[in-house]
């Protein structure tokens, strides 16, 4: 299954980098996408609005005032669900997933994998 991070940063503090890292031991294919430069754990971070087949899931680590400027490219994307990590919550964004039958889910990745209902 494999899962799109939006907003992906090689910060180490950073909650999309302890996903990322979270994810991966899990076995989860993981796509790097943010504004940062740089790897984590071996996986580029690329910038811009890569091209990616069959994401099954979109991560958010992009705050609401940013995620304007990425609607189509989620859109674009198709993936089954977008999870809105704690901060990323919008309902603008959330009500054109539902239009397009796209599940929003405004949970917080590591606690859904830490629980095991990732």
Same mark, same amino acid.
């Given at each position: 299954? !494999? $899962? &799109?991070i939006l907003g992906a940063t090689p910060n180490t503090d950073r909650y999309a980098y302890k996903a990322? +890292? *979270?994810l991966q031991n899990k076995g989860h294919e993981i796509v790097l996408v943010g504004i940062k430069q740089g790897e +984590?754990?071996?996986?580029?971070i690329q910038n811009g609005m890569p091209d990616v087949k069959d994401v099954h899931t979109i991560t958010l680590y992009v705050g609401p005032q940013n995620q304007a400027a990425y609607?189509?490219? +989620?859109l674009s994307l198709k993936p089954k669900r977008v999870i809105f990590n704690p901060g990323t919550e919008n309902t603008e964004l959330e009500n &054109? &997933? !539902?239009q397009n039958n796209i599940e929003p889910v405004i *949970?917080? $990745?590591l606690v859904m994998l830490s629980v095991g209902n990732y």
């Open positions: 299954m !494999k $899962t &799109l990322a +890292i *979270a +984590i754990n071996g996986v580029q609607y189509d490219y +989620i &054109l &997933l !539902k *949970a917080c $990745t």
